[in-house]
């Protein structure tokens, strides 16, 4: 889906879920993966978005795991798959802004998430 500066966004579906019994995933996620040596960036967003799992204006994240991907150790973010792309994106494909009724249901959706944040700090 995607490779950012400490990162790389793929679609992932679920065949089988009996590998995880404990946890019930939906059949299609974002995985959210970095090197071991390079995952804290991630960790730390999967406390954030830990702290936001009650609001449904944030993306939900189902947990964590590591693999290995051509020998080397990898920390993989399991994220809700947000089909229509990032407020980024749409701010890009807008020609770099947003029409006023559309920034102000981002902004309200944005404040919304921020106000049901628990104690964690977001900068730090």
Sequence with gaps: MGTGASATV???????Q?????????SVMAVKSAALHNSYPLSRERIML??????????????SDTSI???EEWYNLLLEYASGGSLFD?????GGG????EARRYTK?????LSKGGSTPIMG
């Design 90 to 94: 749409r701010i890009h494909e807008s």
């Design 69 to 71: 991907e051509r020998g």
């Design 109 to 113: 959706s944005v404040l919304a998430g």
């Design 98 to 101: 947003l029409p006023e009724d």
């Design 10 to 16: 793929s679609l992932a579906v679920v065949n089988d």
């Design 50 to 63: 830990k702290e936001f799992e009650a609001c449904p204006c944030v993306v939900r994240c189902y947990g």
């Design 18 to 26: 009996t590998f995880m019994p404990v946890h019930s995933l939906p």
